[in-house]
């Protein structure tokens, strides 16, 4: 038995004893082959007394097949108008009948594994099931020849195939495997490191693409379907990505969000706190902030900002003589309006940064799971700040109060009555307008703050 990020892993005759309360569950997902779609857990603490209690109340509700639930399988998504994708269930995740199982010795399930995910199945299954529903009658049903002479090297490619995806899974943060950021590599500049990043997924993109056309090659020579298939697979069906320069630096800012709250560490890998015990010798290199308030600030008021922490930040994971320079790629990337670097990656973190991140921990039917809390005082973006959940206490709001939104009032007063008097002593025309101007914008942010002091004290 073992623990990782706070879910159970357990051989099946081990369930009755287990402590863990939250379970790895697959539950379908997108069209992804080989591995991966590991995004759900349930709850299966003391032999998942609560699901088997809920389940015996509910009118037609049934657990079956338990014996079977942790074991090492072969999974897909039931429900899907793409073409039926299977994936490796390792032992101590529990399938699901949006996920169906298909259960064997483990040399047979790579086997089984590498001829379903052809060309060859794939049609089979279309003509026995023309729906958009691949019941697991329909799998059981394709004709299975077993060729002695091309079996392991057919196991071979489909264990490669298992490595690739799930090391394509396992570089974003959403994996439960998640170790660092795919961009975090030892150079200096951002642009080296994604150049090397993007070398690595077209070799993983191209490597399981030739393998997937051997596959279909081999499985079409075993069953004589010379005449009716080609064994090309297309781009579009190939389930590792390739890498994407706006996407991948968005998720490089999440991770760097991660490390400012402490999720994450620059000197451990996974994830360092996601509560628990503090432990503050896992971060050396960057330490995080210390009272798990960040503020997002439309101009740069503030010396412990977001943007100023990102500097920070980059500083230290790729060093100070390039910040400029890969401040100024974070910015290509991210394709925002905004005349600096700087103010490009600020508009980024106060418009558009949680947005994603709701987008980043949401699962299909199950909703937004943000990780970070948005404190918004309105449309004027008077205020803004980020939380982490897991370092939530009941002092967090007052510090918030007090330390930030009363703080971010004064600096508004003060920079009102500061356009108040250029516009009272400038003799210049151009200047006194944008004063004004800036004043009116300056006062709706203020008031924004005040009703929103008001309501939070509530």
């Known amino acids: 038995m073992y623990k990782r990020q706070g879910f159970g892993y357990s051989n099946i005759a081990?369930?009755?004893?287990?402590k863990y309360k939250w379970f790895p569950f697959c539950k379908g997902g997108d069209f992804r082959r080989w591995?991966?779609?590991?995004?759900?857990?349930?709850?299966?603490?003391?032999n998942g007394e609560e699901i088997r209690v809920a389940a015996e109340g509910a009118?037609?509700?049934?657990?079956?097949?338990?014996?079977?639930?942790?074991r090492e399988c072969l999974v897909w998504t039931k429900i899907s108008s793409a073409n039926i994708s299977l994936r490796l269930k390792k032992q101590g995740i529990f399938f699901s009948d949006a996920a169906p199982g298909v259960f064997t010795?483990?040399?047979?399930?790579?086997?089984?594994?590498?001829?379903?995910?052809?060309?060859?199945?794939?049609?089979?299954?279309?003509?026995?099931?023309?729906?958009?529903?691949?019941?697991?009658?329909?799998?059981s049903s394709v004709p299975v020849k077993k060729d002695e002479k091309n079996k392991g090297?057919?196991?071979?490619?489909?264990?490669g195939n298992v490595q690739l995806s799930e090391r394509d899974w396992d570089s974003f943060e959403t994996s439960w495997n998640f170790k660092k950021h795919p961009l975090l590599r030892n150079v200096s500049t951002l642009s080296e490191a994604f150049t090397q990043w993007q070398t690595e997924c077209d070799d993983r993109f191209n490597r399981l693409k030739a393998n997937e056309e051997e596959l279909n090659r081999i499985f079409i020579d075993i069953y004589g379907l010379q005449d009716e298939l080609t064994p090309e697979v297309e781009d579009k069906d190939v389930t590792v990505r390739k890498a994407d320069l706006q996407r991948d630096i968005k998720s490089l800012l999440s991770?760097?969000?991660?490390?400012?709250?402490?999720?994450?560490?620059?000197?451990?890998?996974?994830?360092?706190?996601?509560?628990?015990?503090?432990?503050?010798s896992k971060y050396q290199s960057y330490i995080p902030d210390?009272?798990?308030?960040?503020?997002?600030?439309?101009?740069?008021?503030?010396?412990?900002?977001?943007?100023?922490?990102?500097?920070?930040?980059?500083?230290?994971?790729?060093?100070?003589?390039?910040?400029?320079?890969?401040?100024?790629?974070?910015?290509?990337?991210?394709?925002?309006?905004?005349?600096?670097?700087?103010?490009?990656?600020?508009?980024?973190?106060?418009?558009?940064?949680?947005?994603?991140h709701c987008q980043t921990y949401s699962v299909t039917g199950s909703g937004k799971r943000p990780i970070y809390w948005l404190f918004d005082s309105g449309k004027q973006n008077g205020f803004k700040a980020l939380v982490y959940l897991h370092r939530y206490t009941p002092d967090t709001i007052g510090n918030l109060r007090i330390d930030y939104l009363h703080k971010m009032q004064r600096v508004y007063e003060s920079e009102i009555n500061r356009m108040q008097d250029m516009m009272d002593h400038s003799e210049n025309a151009r200047e006194v307008a944008a004063a004004s101007k800036r004043k009116d914008k300056l006062a709706k942010q203020l008031k924004e703050c005040r009703e929103y002091d008001a309501v939070s004290y509530t």
Request: glycine share 8%; proline share 2%.
């Open 14 to 18: 081990d369930t009755q004893d287990m």
């Open 35 to 46: 591995a991966g779609n590991e995004s759900f857990v349930v709850n299966w603490f003391n």
């Open 59 to 70: 009118t037609g509700g049934r657990l079956v097949n338990i014996d079977c639930a942790l």
């Open 105 to 139: 010795n483990r040399e047979t399930l790579y086997y089984l594994l590498a001829l379903l995910n052809t060309k060859y199945a794939n049609e089979i299954i279309k003509l026995i099931n023309p729906t958009l529903n691949f019941v697991p009658g329909a799998v």
């Open 153 to 159: 090297k057919i196991i071979e490619i489909a264990e």
């Open 255 to 280: 991770y760097a969000v991660g490390c400012m709250f402490g999720r994450y560490s620059l000197d451990v890998e996974g994830l360092a706190y996601a509560g628990g015990e503090w432990d503050s």
């Open 290 to 356: 210390e009272d798990n308030v960040i503020p997002i600030t439309d101009e740069e008021y503030l010396d412990d900002d977001i943007v100023s922490r990102l500097c920070a930040w980059l500083k230290a994971v790729y060093g100070a003589d390039t910040l400029e320079e890969n401040l100024d790629y974070i910015a290509k990337a991210l394709g925002n309006k905004g005349s600096t670097s700087r103010e490009i990656i600020r508009n980024y973190f106060l418009n558009d940064f949680f947005k994603d």
